[in-house]
């Protein structure tokens, strides 16, 4: 079976350029997840997605920061315009009713780095 | 607000060694999850266990388990004979089960080596 599927999986871009990142989620799975992960901050919830309605954005740093889900086999999130304080890994993630089990499938995540 | 702290950042064994990941957590809710979740070298995040607040049985699987104590809030993970392989980082989290809200908080990870 095919997992959480993340493009690009490396993403060099130079300061003030939109990253747009891109995640498949597993096949009937209702919940998605965009975490950040840095050194600083660790693993950080960035926005959640149940039945392709965003319901957690609280976590997106800024306006800088957008996501969208348009139907339950595609995820985008896109930064525009990058700064290099936006380099981390991001990583997608799916789950099947995630409030009552918790588990979450990742994807191997999208490292960005912005210059 | 939820929080998990892992005290430990970086741990160094030789093989074979035991080693013993804490975990703690903080939260109101009275019904919650505990998980661990690995990540290799390789990048991603593996699940590892997941545990309720109602059952504080201990859980052992292979050369890993876990022990959960309500009392003092920990979910603390040992391995026992330790390999090269388990070299990885760690991470501990915390899900309460709130509704369609509930979130995953993670620790800031215990990165762990196992020297041959």
């Known amino acids: 079976d095919a997992g959480v599927i993340q493009s690009p999986r490396h993403e060099v871009t130079e300061m003030g350029q939109e990253v747009t990142l891109r995640c498949k989620p597993i096949s009937g799975h209702n919940s998605l997840f965009w975490y950040r992960q840095t050194m600083m901050r660790g693993l950080e919830l960035l926005i959640y997605?149940?039945?392709?309605?965003?319901?957690?954005d609280s976590g997106m740093p800024e306006d800088r920061f957008s996501a969208k889900m348009p139907n339950a086999s595609f995820s985008t999130l896109k930064i525009q315009p990058s700064e290099p304080r936006d380099s981390a890994v991001y990583f997608c993630?799916?789950?099947?009713?995630?409030?009552?089990?918790?588990?979450?499938?990742f994807g191997e995540g999208s490292r960005l780095t912005v210059l | 607000a939820q929080k998990v702290t892992q005290a430990q950042t970086e741990i160094s064994v030789v093989e074979k060694e035991d080693v013993t990941l804490d975990c703690v957590y903080e939260?109101?809710?009275?019904?919650?999850?505990l998980f661990w979740y690995k990540q290799p070298p390789s990048g991603e995040l593996v699940f590892l266990i997941r545990?309720?607040?109602?059952?504080?049985q201990n859980e052992i699987s292979g050369r890993y388990s876990w022990n959960f104590q309500k009392s003092t809030s920990s979910f603390n993970f040992t391995i026992t004979a330790s390999q090269v392989v388990d070299s990885a980082v760690y991470f501990c989290?915390?899900?309460?089960?709130?509704?369609?809200?509930?979130?995953?908080?993670f620790g800031k990870g215990i990165t762990l080596s196992v020297r041959p």
């Open positions: 545990r309720n607040s109602f059952d504080e």
């Open positions: 939260t109101r809710d009275t019904t919650y999850y």
């Open positions: 997605f149940n039945n392709n309605v965003p319901i957690d």
């Open positions: 993630a799916s789950s099947l009713e995630q409030w009552r089990t918790g588990e979450l499938f």
């Open positions: 989290a915390l899900s309460s089960n709130t509704g369609a809200n509930s979130k995953l908080t």
